[in-house]
């Protein structure tokens, strides 16, 4: 597995990456901010199952089985809120940099020390017993039968579109506490009509939090577009 890691940002904030200086955000933050963009994904904290022609539903008590028409299966991690994240993409790619809006490119090339400083960091403000996770994001098809991971939040935490977002190539840094991450931590929802309009209702609470890890020089350089 390639150690080098990529966040793509604006050339203005290029210098206080490279002391130390970052920003963090729930996860609900994303999902928002993402939900508004026209490259966004309003299902980031969601996955969704919506296979071609419909769910089909058994009722065991009246012994029948349907296909419901239109129909999709969304699992939303219950709290979007305390789940800190830092994302970075595993692929370098001026075409990337177009697609965020973003005209530099901070080039970390020891993931493994990065993610000790980050950690520790992230694990400051967040309560014990707490979880961190440094992962790649797992590209679905919707079609497609979604496994164990409705069940499990940190696979519904890096689960996103094939179809839209596997150009980004996108690598997680998450942490929350361990009740967040527990199996089934999700709300689950049948969803009738346009899957397409399944995003979350209503304004989300988010956190933000300025981090300082320290002289980042010797993990990491500054390309500009």
Same mark, same amino acid.
């Given at each position: 597995?390639?150690?080098?890691?990529?966040?793509?940002?604006?050339?203005?904030?290029?210098?206080?990456? /490279?002391?130390? @200086?970052? %920003? &963090?955000?729930?996860?609900?933050?994303?999902?928002?901010?993402?939900?508004? #963009? !026209?490259? =966004?994904?309003?299902?980031?904290?969601?996955?969704?199952?919506?296979?071609?022609?419909g769910l089909e539903i058994t009722n065991h008590t009246q012994g029948w089985t349907r296909i419901?028409?239109?129909?999709?299966?969304?699992?939303?991690?219950?709290?979007?809120?305390?789940?800190?994240?830092?994302?970075?993409?595993?692929?370098?790619?001026?075409?990337?940099?177009?697609?965020?809006?973003?005209?530099?490119?901070?080039?970390?090339?020891?993931?493994?020390?990065?993610?000790?400083?980050?950690?520790?960091?992230?694990?400051? /403000?967040?309560? @014990?017993? %707490? &979880?961190?996770?440094?992962?790649?994001?797992?590209?679905?098809?919707?079609? #497609? !039968?979604? =496994?164990?991971?409705?069940?499990?939040?940190?696979?519904?935490?890096?689960?996103?579109?094939?179809?839209?977002?596997?150009?980004?190539?996108?690598?997680?840094?998450?942490?929350?506490?361990?009740?967040?991450?527990?199996?089934?931590?999700?709300?689950?929802?049948?969803?009738?009509?346009?899957?397409?309009?399944?995003?979350?209702?209503?304004?989300?609470?988010?956190?933000?939090?300025?981090?300082?890890?320290?002289?980042?020089?010797?993990?990491?350089?500054?390309?500009?577009?």
């Amino acid at each position: 597995m390639a150690r080098t890691i990529y966040k793509y940002i604006e050339s203005k904030w290029a210098d206080a990456f /490279l002391k130390g @200086e970052i %920003r &963090i955000r729930s996860l609900s933050y994303y999902r928002e901010l993402e939900a508004a #963009n !026209p490259l =966004g994904d309003p299902l980031d904290g969601s996955h969704l199952y919506a296979p071609d022609g419909g769910l089909e539903i058994t009722n065991h008590t009246q012994g029948w089985t349907r296909i419901i028409r239109n129909s999709a299966l969304k699992s939303t991690l219950k709290r979007l809120d305390e789940i800190l994240v830092f994302c970075v993409s595993l692929r370098f790619d001026p075409r990337l940099a177009a697609r965020f809006e973003k005209d530099s490119c901070i080039v970390i090339s020891d993931r493994s020390a990065f993610s000790k400083r980050l950690r520790a960091a992230m694990e400051r /403000l967040v309560s @014990e017993p %707490r &979880i961190f996770r440094a992962l790649p994001v797992e590209y679905y098809a919707k079609e #497609n !039968p979604p =496994g164990a991971t409705w069940a499990i939040p940190e696979m519904i935490l890096t689960a996103k579109r094939k179809d839209l977002y596997s150009t980004e190539t996108e690598f997680r840094f998450a942490c929350g506490p361990e009740s967040a991450f527990t199996f089934e931590g999700a709300d689950y929802q049948l969803m009738l009509g346009d899957p397409a309009g399944a995003a979350a209702s209503g304004p989300l609470i988010h956190r933000e939090h300025d981090i300082h890890l320290g002289d980042l020089s010797s993990l990491c350089k500054i390309h500009r577009f």
